[in-house]
C-alpha cells in the first residue's frame, strides 16, 4: 500500500475475542425465535463467516446485496439493492442485519427498508463489525457491535475494502495517507484521501 501508512486496530485474536462476545450477547436476544440472518455483501462477509458458526444451529442464512461505493472509494451512486432475500426466508421472521461498518447509515437503511417494507420482516436487529457515529446522516443506530470507532478513520481489512482490495486481510487496519515530504513524489501523487 504505497503512499499509505496502515496501523492494526484490531489483531486477529482480538477480531476472535470480540465475535465471541458479541455472540454471547445476541443469544438471548435470539432465544425463542425464528431467526435468519442477513450478510450486506460484499464487506459483511467474513465477519458473518466468524459470527454465524457461534451463533445456535437451525437459523436461516439469506443475503442482500447494496452497494454504494464503485471501484474507487467515493460514492458514485446512491444505495440501492440489486440482490434481496427469498420473501419466505424474511417475512415474519427475526432478521439480524449484518454489514462490516455503519458510517453516513445510507446503506442500513436502505437495507432495513427492504427488509421491513418489501419482504416484511418482522423486526430487524442492526449488527456491525465497526459502529463510526461521526460521519451518521441517516437516523439508523446500531444494536450491536464489536469496535465503536470515535475518529473518522478510513479502515481495510476483515471484509473491508479499499477499491475491491485488501478484503482479504485477517486484522482490522486504518489507512491514511503519509504526509507528501515521506514518500517518493510518484507515490504521494498517486495517494489520495481514502476517505470517501
Ligand atoms: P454507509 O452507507 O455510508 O453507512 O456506508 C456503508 C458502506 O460503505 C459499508 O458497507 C462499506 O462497504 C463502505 N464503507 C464505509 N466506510 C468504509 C471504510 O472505512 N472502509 C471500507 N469501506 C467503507
Ligand atoms: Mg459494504
Redesign the pocket.
Known amino acids: 500500500m504505497e503512499g499509505y501508512d496502515c496501523t492494526v486496530l484490531l489483531a486477529a485474536e482480538d477480531l476472535s475475542r470480540g465475535v465471541d462476545a458479541l455472540a454471547a450477547r445476541l443469544q438471548p436476544r435470539l432465544e425463542g425465535r425464528l431467526v435468519t440472518v442477513v450478510p ?1 455483501l460484499g ?1 459483511a462477509l467474513i465477519f458473518a463467516a466468524d459470527l454465524v458458526r457461534r451463533l445456535p444451529a437451525g437459523l436461516l442464512l439469506d443475503f442482500l446485496r447494496i452497494q ?2 464503485g471501484p474507487a472509494t467515493s460514492p458514485q451512486r446512491a ?1 440501492a439493492a440489486d440482490w434481496t432475500p427469498h420473501p419466505e426466508n424474511v417475512r415474519g421472521r427475526t432478521v439480524v442485519l449484518l ?10 437503511a436502505e437495507a432495513r427498508r427492504v427488509l421491513c417494507e418489501e419482504l416484511g420482516a418482522a423486526e430487524v436487529l442492526i449488527v456491525v463489525l465497526v459502529d ?1 457515529p461521526v ?1 451518521r446522516r441517516a437516523a439508523v443506530v446500531a444494536d450491536e457491535c464489536v469496535l465503536r470507532l470515535e475518529e473518522d ?4 481489512g476483515y471484509g ?3 477499491g475491491g482490495r485488501y478484503r482479504n486481510l485477517p486484522e482490522l487496519c486504518a489507512l491514511r495517507p503519509l504526509a507528501p515530504a515521506a514518500v517518493a513524489p510518484a507515490a504521494a501523487a498517486a495517494a489520495a484521501d481514502p476517505r ?1
Open positions: 450486506i464487506g454504494t461505493y444505495a454489514d462490516d461498518i455503519l458510517d453516513t447509515g445510507r446503506t442500513m463510526k460521519r478513520l478510513f479502515l481495510v473491508l475494502d479499499f470517501p
